[in-house]
Antibody
Framework: EVHLVESGGGLVQPGRSLRLSCAAS????????MHWVRQVPGKGLEWVSG????????GYADSVKGRFTISRDNAKNSLYLQMNSLRGEDTALYYC??????????WGQGTLVTVSS | QSALTQPASVSGSPGQSITISCTGA?????????VSWYQQHPGKAPKLMIY???KRPSGVSNRFSGSKSGNTASLTISGLQAEDEADYYC??????????FGTGTKVTVL
């Protein structure tokens, strides 16, 4: 059974950094692209970033480009999101999601990031 | 990377059919046949309902169907049931390894 478990969220001051992790199990991790999607509580979904199976292709939303960095460690079955220069508008529940072809077929339960002084 | 446009809410009575629209641009919905739809119940993670415009993952009811015309994709739920009450989001590939979600639609079963 596919499991995605996010961690690393918490309360952080504006301008500071945070690193999210996503531990994957139940499938061959290095065969799939992985993405981060966020959701402000009570609001809609926003795609954040994605990375191909071999890290050869990476994309970012304009809202995080230059501040966030996605990476993965296939040996550890893990996905990461390094978030720098955090802003209040980055406050959200961050989901990691597996991509089958071009759709998000499995999602974690999310980790909450709160940016506030 | 502008969000795809969906109606804020759609409602229907049990047994009826409803359709949710998802309007994008010629650079995303109109260019790629890669629209997916997600159902999200309160407090839960999104669930994939439709991919590649009109394909259903294993386990998803055939009451859910998808289509596309030009820059607009649609999700139809037929034989509406109480359990279908949820938020629904469309998503499209937008090129250069980027994706864009819709604004979301709250479905209410009357």
């Amino acid at each position: 059974e596919v499991h995605l478990v996010e961690s690393g969220g918490g309360l952080v001051q504006p301008g500071r950094s945070l690193r999210l992790s996503c531990a994957a199990s139940g499938f061959t991790f290095d065969e799939y692209a992985m993405h981060w999607v966020r959701q402000v509580p009570g609001k809609g979904l926003e795609w954040v970033s994605g990375i191909t199976w071999n890290s050869g292709g990476i994309g970012y939303a304009d809202s995080v480009k230059g501040r966030f960095t996605i990476s993965r460690d296939n040996a550890k079955n893990s996905l990461y999101l390094q978030m720098n220069s955090l802003r209040g508008e980055d406050t959200a529940l961050y989901y990691c999601a597996r991509v089958r072809e071009d759709e998000f077929d499995y999602w974690g339960q999310g980790t909450l990031v709160t940016v506030s002084s | 990377q502008s969000a795809l446009t969906q109606p804020a809410s759609v409602s229907g009575s049990p047994g009826q059919s409803i359709t949710i629209s998802c309007t994008g641009a010629s650079s995303d919905v109109g260019h790629y046949n890669l629209v997916s739809w997600y159902q999200q119940h309160p407090g839960k993670a999104p669930k994939l309902m439709i991919y590649e415009g009109n394909k259903r993952p294993s386990g998803v009811s055939n009451r859910f169907s998808g289509s596309k015309s030009g820059n607009t994709a649609s999700l139809t739920i037929s034989g509406l049931q109480a359990e279908d009450e949820a938020d629904y989001y469309c998503c499209s590939y937008a090129g250069t390894s980027t994706y864009v979600f819709g604004t979301g639609t709250k479905v209410t079963v009357l």
